[in-house]
T-cell receptor, first 114, second 114 residues
Framework: NAGVMQNPRHLVRRRGQEARLRCSPM?????VYWYRQLPEEGLKFMVY????????ESGMPKERFSAEFPKEGPSILRIQQVVRGDSAAYFC????????????FGEGSRLTVL | KQEVTQIPAALSVPEGENLVLNCSFT??????LQWFRQDPGKGLTSLLL?????REQTSGRLNASLDKSSGRSTLYIAASQPGDSATYLC?????????????FGQGTILTVHP
């Protein structure tokens, strides 16, 4: 039973380019969360999605960042016009339900902006 | 503002010692608290989940307790092994939300030397 799958594991972009990070939740999980871990900082919540719906995006930067979880396929975190401050590890987590269920995290996608 | 403080920030112990990691949080209206371990360059592995109605959870050599009234949780590791070396993170549901919007501490870096 595969865990949460994230790709790419490492991504290098130049300033101004776009970054797309993908996340496939665990089998049977329909709730997806994105977190960001900046260098020397703790993990911060970004967004919570269910299939085709954004439930809570209170942690998303107001500009350049967007997330989706389509009916078919993985969840996508998209960062437009990346800047050096976007360099971080982006983690996806999934849960079976949206209640007090346990979160399972992927290995993360490490974005480096040159 | 929800905050999580983990003490100590780093801990180095010889193999075989029993140890306690501490976590304190500011919001008593939590739904659950979760302990994770993170290995360098890796994702998070869930260790224990304590529901707000529970006082403790045990898994193998690990025992986690929760005291909502004092805003504290402890992770007890018995008979530590070098393989336990990792960063240990505690996190809880933020702002009374019932889904996986977690607030994380900065972590305790544990080193167990042979």
């Amino acid at each position: 039973n595969a865990g949460v799958m994230q790709n790419p594991r490492h991504l290098v972009r130049r300033r101004g380019q776009e970054a797309r990070l993908r996340c496939s939740p665990m089998k049977g999980h329909s709730h997806v969360y994105w977190y960001r871990q900046l260098p020397e900082e703790g993990l911060k919540f970004m967004v919570y999605l269910q299939k085709e719906n954004i439930i809570d995006e209170s942690g998303m930067p107001k500009e350049r960042f967007s997330a989706e979880f389509p009916k078919e396929g993985p969840s996508i975190l998209r960062i437009q016009q990346v800047v050096r401050g976007d360099s971080a590890a982006y983690f996806c987590a999934s849960s079976m339900d949206g209640g007090t269920g346990e979160l399972f995290f992927g290995e993360g996608s490490r974005l480096t902006v040159l | 503002k929800q905050e999580v403080t983990q003490i100590p920030a780093a801990l180095s112990v010889p193999e075989g010692e029993n140890l306690v990691l501490n976590c304190s949080f500011t919001d008593s209206a939590i739904y659950n608290l979760q302990w994770f371990r993170q290995d360098p360059g890796k994702g998070l592995t869930s260790l224990l989940l304590i529901q707000s109605s529970q006082r403790e959870q045990t898994s193998g050599r690990l025992n986690a307790s929760l005291d909502k009234s004092s805003g504290r949780s402890t992770l007890y590791i018995a008979a530590s092994q070098p393989g336990d070396s990792a960063t240990y993170l505690c996190a809880y549901n933020a702002g009374g939300t019932s889904y996986g919007k977690l607030t994380f501490g900065q972590g305790t870096i544990l080193t167990v030397h042979p």
